[in-house]
Each structure stands twice: as C-alpha cells, then as structure tokens.
C-alpha cells in the first residue's frame, strides 16, 4: 500500500508534469531543429512564433466563446487551432519573402542569419505585445480535470492523490499525433523525401531537380504548424503570456542541441530529458522515500539534491556536458 | 555710508529672523521607472499636505511651503543620488520626502542626506534593512511605511491564531520576497511554529511543477505565497491547487487585488493574507479632503501626505525649519500624548503646536512611529470567504 502511495505521489508531481512539459518541449525543439536542418541557421525568432500563434488562437477561442462555439468537454481552443495555424502561416511566409529570402539569394552565412533571425524576434516580440497586450490571457475552458486528486482519492482509497488535467492529456495526445504526421510526411510523401534529400546534401538535391523554394516553403509552413500548436498547448495547460514564450526559447534550443540539430527523433528526446531533468533533480524525494523505506530509515531532511532555484541551470549542464563529450548531440545531429 | 549699509544689513536679517520665509521641501520619487504608476499621486498628496499648511499661514509666523520636485528612478541608485544632490545643494531643501523604492532611499539616505544633515521622511520604502537600530542615520531617517519586518510579525499572529504550526514558504526571488519570508520564518520559529521549506521562485514562468513538487513534498498546513498576484505567486497557487498539494494559502501584500479572487475564486476557500490598511477615520476624511483631484485611494498617497505633514508639523514643534533641530521632534508629534489630528486639521495642529500644546498626529495611516521612526503598521487581515476577499479584522 505505501509503495502505491509512493507510487502515485512521484507520478502527481513529477512523470506526469514532466511528460506534459516534455511534450510541449519536443514540439517546440522539433520546429527549431527543421529549421536548422534545412534552412541552415538557429531561428531566435521561434519561441515568438510559438507566442504569435497562440496569440491567434486566443483571440479565435474568444470570437468562437461569444458566438456560442463551444467543444463539449475540450477546450474551445482546439478548434481554433487550424485557423491560428493557418494564420502563423502566413506570417511566417512573409517574413521568408521579405527578410529570410534576400540573405538566402546572398548566400549569407549562418550567423548573419541568426541575427537576422533575432531581429525578426523583437519584431514579433513586438507585434504580440502590440495586438494583444503582455499580461496573462486565460482562454481555457471545458472540463479541467480527467480525473482530480479528490475523486482519484475517493476512487482508491489511497493517502495521496492523482490529478491529470485535460490539458495535460490533450498535449499528449495531440504531442504524439502531431510527431506520427511529421515522421509519416518526411519519410513516406515525395515532398518530405525532398526536403530530406535537400538537408542532407544541398547541391546533390539541386541536380537532381529539387526546387529549393518549394522545400524552404513547405519547411515553413511545417514549423508554423508545429510551433502553434506547441504554443497552444503550453498556452492551454498554464497560461498565456507574451514574456513566457521568449523565456521557453532556451529550455527549446537545449532541447533541440542536445538530442542533435537537424535530427527530428533527438529533438523529442531531448524534450523530455531536459524536463525530467529538470524536474526530478529539484524534486524534494522527502515524501517520496517516506512510504517507500521503512521507518527507521525514514529521512528528516528533504531529500532535495538542488534547490528550485537551479531549475534552469540543470539543462544549461547537461546542454554544457553533452556538446563536451558528445557535440552532435544524443542523436548524431549537425555539430553546431 | 558703510555704517548705513551694516546697519541695514543687519536689519534685513532681524527682519528675516523673525518673521516668515519660503521653506522648500524635496519631493523625490520615481516619476520614471517601475512605478511610475503610483509616483504621480503620491506627489499630489504631499503637495496637498504642503498646500494646507501654506494656506492655513500659521507655519512659523507665516511661512509658505514650496514644493521641489525630483525624479529617483526606483532603481538608479547613482541618478537618485544626484537628483537628492541637486535639491539639497542648489534649491536648498529642509527637508526630503521620500524616496519611494527602498534601494535608492538607502542609497539617498548614506550618500546625500546623512552628510548634509537633511530629513528624509520616506512613505514606501519598506526593507527591514532600512531599520537604522544604531543610530547610523543620525536620526535623520523616518517612513509612515511599515517595515517588512513587521509584516513577517503580523503575519505570524494571524496564522497562530488560525492554529497554524508548520507551513510552506515559497517567495519571490527579489529584495521583497526574500526579505518578507526571511522576516516570516524568523518571527515564525521564534513563536514556536516550524517552517518546512523557503523556497523561491521565479516570475514570469509559466511553469512550476518543479516548485510546487518540492513544496508539496516538504508539507504543511498551508502554503506560504510572498509573490505578485500578476506573476509567479498566481502560477505557483495554480499548480498547488490542480495537483492537490495544499488547499489553503496564506497571502501577503504583493498577492492580494481582485485579481487573485478573479483567478480562483473559492478555490481557495478559507486561505488568509494580510495587506496594508486601516479602519481609521483618517483614511475616509483624507478621502474626502482630496476629492476628485488625483486618486487618494491609489498605493502610499495617503503615506506621502503623512509624511509631509510630519515634517512641517515637526518644524512648527521644533520652532525652526532646520533639519538638525526638528528632526527630535518627529517621534514627538507623532505619537501620544497630545491631541488627535486626522486629515484636513494641520491648521489646527499648527496652532496648538505654537501655543505650546502637544498633538498626536493620525493622519491618513493612523501613524504610529517606533523604533528608529518607522511606521508601526495597520494591517488588514482579509480571509477568503465565499471566493471573495472578505475584512476578517484590522491589527
């Protein structure tokens, strides 16, 4: 029994947020590592991307609210998920027409595009903060909870309780088919070949008669829809602020350079070791250990190997261990 | 002819001595920065305060008081000081109201006032490490703002009384914040309860599952929240409630506005907090005394009135507007014995004061200075009730 309750106390405060949070993380990674793969720079902008889309989808979700829309027991948001993905298309097609496109025709090296890529940034940080304003949005509703910590309780009989929140699951949910589409799309469809071909070798993908425009349009259009549904979803399970998405580009780029730039597969798995890292190290195991050892060995500190505080420095040190002794990445990505 | 010259000088000043002059207060304030919001009507309330006494006429046989405006910048410490400089040197201030944010009134405070000798009268900076125990201020440093320090105090009265013997910390992770739970945990333990964890957290994340896991594992019968209802103290609660780790909260000033009952409602059902405010009449008639001219209800605008009252009134006790001499008499006219004064009556003040009598000035705050001369603090005890923030008591 107490093993149960130990159990369930790890999976309420830390597999269950970290796999939400390393969802939202590998999608997020993903559109910045297709970027890197084949655009060939680290996109700053992206983090501002996630916030444009979710702003979108915000605004969507409230028109659908005051005309009486509503998804069940779903948040609303879900269904204006295609029109804000439709919308961060557009915006992302504009920017590779007006800034992206003429460096690209200069051949411009990778780092001048990263400042390009950050100037587009304030723009977009800019432009959010214009349409929408920098507080806190909340455009959630529906049902909150799968199951709540009082009814898990009443359910089992168990001292600790469980609580799986809707968002939680719908990130999941969404996270995994959104990953299946990709992989399906790159490996199985011509034009995913393309784009493969064309990242893996630029000049070869030329000659054998592969438009470039087409690939770098349908790579953007592929992070627009990756980077607002990660932007929705973080937006949905916490909440909506501007601020907090440019502050989510360092989590996403330890993401994407750890499991390896340019690889898909590394960007997930770096998704979730950088948010169960970075929740099980600044875990206190007090209550944990408490219903797994025996008494006598009970602890009476709290078990916590770094305060909170260093939340973030621990992706910072696996990101640091991982370009020393591994600098492709867990995933043989480009080496940066 | 020089005798003439000598004789009329010396006129001039004998004039001069005794009947009235032009005082210039300093008004220091950060008219830019983080709380620009708020500085305006803290200007317009010692600017009233200033303005009443000028017109009542009876200041020191007459005198009108000027106000001299300057910008702190809340965060600069280097412009502040300059700006305290400019007042002091070049428009000759007697005195100082202010500053507002507690890093740059400590840095106006060592760097300026202290070597010119200047009062500084302050009616928000409110860091327990502006409490001078040891005189280093030269007793020129007074605030009609409680210290932090006493929050903590408070705070830990409220929860004994609720029953409450162990609870979770988590703070800020600024001077406010930690300040505030390092004051809580001592006042807290001393008074026999135990504090699981103090942890800190940043604003401006969206997510703290990380946080609430180690708050929630180290328990308590409540969690502590010293953050902003508009940042991370709203998150932290948040995620505290949808994974079932505390139900009730403690919430101190930075937390409560409509927004937290906005936010959750009776989700929180039975939490406390405690924030500045008082039952005085004072409040109601500094109200009414401002009328529709700026906003008296805003954050430290009736503290900014106080504060200059106490200067002038302290001048009128003192007999003189120099700073070394009625910097003794603040503490005096503050606090008993003596006879009340409320907002709008510093003409009366001002005469009982010439006639030799002694006042017990209210004001707007209900002040009460101790300690090296701060404000003792009324607080509003609120308990959530009904999901909305209902006045328990005021202590």
New interface residues.
Partial sequence: MDLFNALV?LS???II??IA?GSQLALGALGVTLIYGILRFSNFAHGDTMAFGAMLAVLITWLLQSMGVSFGPLPTALLALPFAILGTMALVLLTDRVVYRFYREQKAKPVILVIVSMGVMFIMNGLVRFIIGP??QRFSDGE??II???EFKALTGLKE?L?I?TTQGITVVVAIICVALLFWFLNRTRTGKSMRAYSDNEDLALLSGINPERVVMYTWLIVAALATTAGVL?GLD??F?P??YF??LLPIFASAIVGGLGSPLGAIAGGFVIAFS??TI???????LKYAMPESLEPSS?V?LL???Y?FAVSFVILIVVLLFKPTGLFKGKSV | MKKLLLASAAGALLAGAASAEEIKLGVILGFTGPIESLTPSMADGAELAMKEVSDSGKLLGGSTVASVRADSTCVDAAAASAAAERLITSEGVKGIMGADCSGVTGAILNNVAVANGVVMVSPSATSPGLSHANNEDNGLFFRTAPSDARQGVVMTEVLMEEGIKEVAVTYTNNDYGKGLADSFQAAFEAAGGSVTINAAHEDGKADYSAEVGALASAGGDRLVVAGYVDQGGSGIVRAAIDSGAFDTFHFPDGMISNKLQENFGDEIEGSTGQHPGTDSPGAAKFSELVGDSFDATSPFTPESYDAAALILLAMQAAGSSDPAAYKEKIMDVANAPGEQIFPGELGKALDILAGGGEIDYVGATAVELIGSGESAGNYRQIVIDGGKIATAKYR
Avoid at chain 1, 282 to 288: D, E, P
Wanted: hydrophobic share 40%; no cysteine.
């Fill in positions: 106390a309420n405060f830390v947020p970290a949070y507080n806190d909150r909870f709540s910590v009082r309780g609580a929140k973080y916490k909440s602020k601020f907090v502050q989510l970075e929740v600044t875990y206190a195991w007090k209550k944990v709290l916590q305060s909170t505080d939340k």
